[in-house]
């Protein structure tokens, strides 16, 4: 049976892509790479505008490193994000798609900020993975690379179910063994839109003026951009259309509880 979820940020690409043409970002850097499929695209956008992609990945897929040995403009990183990030220069947009927990995006997202401050750059991020399920809810593909006091209770192999705080075993969307996750949803420092969300708050009060717009669908593109920069009108007027809209988020749910479903009889008849 083909893969049923789709998954990938790539699916968001027409958004982001016209992004980075509107606020004239030349120099990408992606964190997760997995198969590629995003990689790819930003690394023939970054040719077109004679810049440079860096995608940092301890452990991606075979097919980006088959892939990416070939690809001059391009540079990988084979070490987790927060090990890397020091090594970056100039770099006008971000993409997060890693670690899907509080505390990984949260310092991802403080160390970007202030290497944007270091070169002088607008901040310009594209986060995945803000809504359900890891939107409230940590997911860890490597529990014990997380500080004891930033970790929350795991679990491999139970699954969550939407509108349900505690993880239901044999059930719902479940790692199957590959990652973990939190046991419960929601509370302080718990999930992806939880990391963004006290960013932005920290952010305020230190006097940043950043601006956050949300596409509620294939599990949530979060992006974060600061409103000084000379590009920042054009891409709201960008993003506005998509932001929160309730047709995308119905049929996010939609798709959601029909691939649920599919889980559901697959478990049964297992």
Same mark, same amino acid.
């Given at each position: 049976?083909?893969?049923?979820?789709?998954?990938?940020?790539?699916?968001?690409?027409?958004?982001?892509?016209?992004? /980075?043409?509107?606020?004239?970002?030349?120099?990408?850097?992606?964190?997760?790479?997995?198969?590629?499929?995003?990689?790819?695209?930003?690394?023939?956008?970054?040719?077109?505008?004679?810049?440079?992609?860096?995608?940092?990945?301890?452990?991606?897929?075979?097919?980006?490193? &088959?892939?990416?040995?070939?690809?001059?403009?391009?540079?990988?990183?084979?070490?987790?994000?927060?090990?890397?990030?020091?090594?970056?220069?100039?770099?006008?947009?971000? /993409?997060?798609?890693? &670690?899907?927990?509080?505390?990984?995006?949260?310092?991802?997202?403080?160390?970007?900020? !202030?290497?944007?401050?270091?070169?002088?750059?607008?901040?310009?991020?594209?986060?995945?993975?803000?809504?359900? =399920?890891?939107?409230?809810?940590?997911?860890?593909? !490597?529990?014990?690379?997380?500080?004891?006091?930033?970790?929350?209770?795991?679990?491999?192999?139970?699954?969550?179910? =939407?509108?349900?705080?505690?993880?239901?075993?044999?059930?719902?969307?479940?790692?199957?063994?590959?990652?973990?996750?939190?046991?419960?949803?929601?509370?302080?420092?718990?999930?992806?839109?939880?990391?963004?969300?006290?960013?932005? *708050?920290?952010?305020?009060?230190?006097?940043? &003026?950043?601006?956050?717009?949300?596409?509620?669908?294939?599990?949530? /593109?979060?992006?974060?951009?600061?409103?000084?920069?000379?590009?920042?009108?054009?891409? *709201?007027?960008?993003?506005?259309?998509?932001?929160?809209?309730?047709?995308?988020?119905?049929?996010? !749910?939609?798709?959601?509880?029909?691939?649920?479903?599919?889980?559901?009889?697959?478990?049964?008849?297992?």
């Amino acid at each position: 049976m083909p893969d049923l979820l789709i998954h990938s940020m790539s699916e968001f690409s027409d958004i982001i892509l016209e992004s /980075l043409k509107i606020a004239k970002a030349r120099n990408i850097v992606e964190i997760g790479a997995e198969y590629g499929g995003m990689s790819m695209m930003l690394a023939d956008y970054a040719l077109e505008q004679g810049g440079h992609l860096t995608s940092i990945d301890p452990q991606p897929k075979p097919e980006f490193l &088959d892939w990416v040995g070939h690809a001059d403009h391009v540079t990988h990183i084979g070490k987790p994000s927060l090990s890397a990030l020091d090594a970056i220069k100039d770099a006008d947009a971000w /993409l997060i798609d890693g &670690d899907h927990n509080w505390f990984t995006v949260y310092h991802e997202l403080q160390a970007i900020d !202030a290497l944007c401050r270091r070169d002088e750059k607008p901040l310009l991020a594209f986060l995945h993975d803000v809504a359900w =399920p890891s939107g409230r809810r940590d997911m860890y593909y !490597a529990p014990d690379m997380i500080p004891n006091d930033a970790r929350h209770p795991h679990d491999f192999n139970a699954g969550a179910m =939407p509108g349900h705080s505690p993880l239901v075993l044999g059930r719902g969307f479940r790692g199957m063994g590959h990652f973990a996750w939190a046991k419960h949803e929601g509370g302080p420092r718990n999930g992806v839109k939880t990391a963004v969300e006290d960013f932005l *708050a920290e952010s305020c009060d230190a006097g940043r &003026d950043l601006a956050y717009a949300e596409v509620p669908a294939v599990f949530g /593109l979060g992006i974060v951009f600061d409103l000084d920069a000379p590009w920042s009108s054009a891409l *709201a007027d960008h993003v506005i259309p998509y932001h929160e809209n309730r047709l995308i988020a119905s049929l996010e !749910a939609n798709r959601l509880a029909n691939y649920l479903t599919v889980l559901d009889f697959q478990d049964r008849a297992a």
